[in-house]
């Protein structure tokens, strides 16, 4: 089964293989974020993403570095461009994350 990639997906997969930060614009937010996995979920494309800058639906990010991983679905990404600075992540990070039940990458351990 061919699975679908939107435009965003190739500009989130560069970030991800070389360990580099995107400005993303989602849900209308701008945020910056570093790409930790990326496959499909129920058949949708979804980013796991630690996000290191801007703002989420809520408003700034949380205090805790733990609590700002999100699921991003790449089909509603609006905007993605790959970003200078440095790549960024928590402690708690896994691969083996709920929202993706199709793997096609991810960073390791």
């Known amino acids: 089964m061919t699975r679908q990639r939107p435009p965003a997906w190739a500009v989130l997969e560069q970030p991800l293989r070389h360990k580099r930060p995107a400005l993303v614009h989602y849900h209308g937010q701008d945020r910056l974020v570093c790409p930790h996995a990326l496959g499909w979920k129920n058949g949708r494309p979804r980013a796991l993403v630690y996000q290191s800058g801007g703002t989420t639906s809520q408003g700034g990010l949380p205090t805790d570095p733990r609590q700002r991983w999100r699921s991003l679905l790449i089909d509603e990404v609006e905007q993605a461009t790959i970003s200078i600075g440095a ?23």
Do not use: P, R
């Not at 896994?94 to 991810?106: E, P, Q």
């Open 87 to 109: 790549w960024a992540t928590a402690d708690n990070y896994t691969s083996a994350s709920n929202c993706i039940d199709d793997l096609y990458m991810a960073v390791d351990g």
